[in-house]
């Protein structure tokens, strides 16, 4: 079992930054692949980006590309989303997810291929 927890969460203006946080408890979670969703108000959810188990492969969706950065410490449980250039568009509830699968490929953005999630934190970027 994987339980997931994000922090690093707030409000921030308009081309400022954040760092989310997702800290994990299982012993499995080294060997999953982590992705990053995020819900805006009155929008379904959407894939953001993903990680492989090792790090040494990752996945963007075009509106982030460039600007946010994945990364993992798997010594330390913890997967890492950089979001700089932030836009007042990227105002969302961002989630982190546990994949089945050490490695995504096409799949990466897929809600299907992440059984473990967790609550989710808030980041408001205003204008």
């Known amino acids: 079992q994987v339980q997931l927890v994000e922090s690093g969460g707030g409000l921030v203006q308009a081309g400022g930054s954040l760092r989310l946080s997702c800290a994990a408890s299982?012993?499995?979670?080294?060997?999953?692949?982590v992705g990053w969703f995020r819900q805006a108000p009155g929008k379904e959810r959407e894939s953001v980006t993903a990680?492989?188990?090792?790090?040494?492969?990752?996945y963007y969706s075009d509106s982030v590309k460039g600007r946010f950065t994945i990364s993992r410490d798997n010594a330390k449980n913890t997967v890492y989303l950089q979001m700089n250039s932030l836009k007042p568009e990227d105002t969302a509830v961002y989630y982190c997810?546990?994949?089945?699968?050490?490695?995504?490929?096409?799949?990466?953005?897929?809600?299907?291929?992440?059984?473990?999630w967790g609550q989710g934190t808030q980041v408001t970027v205003s204008s």
């Open positions: 997810a546990g994949a089945r699968s050490s490695v995504l490929g096409g799949n990466w953005y897929r809600e299907l291929e992440y059984p473990y």
């Open positions: 990680i492989s188990w090792s790090g040494g492969t990752t």
């Open positions: 299982g012993r499995t979670f080294s060997s999953r692949a």
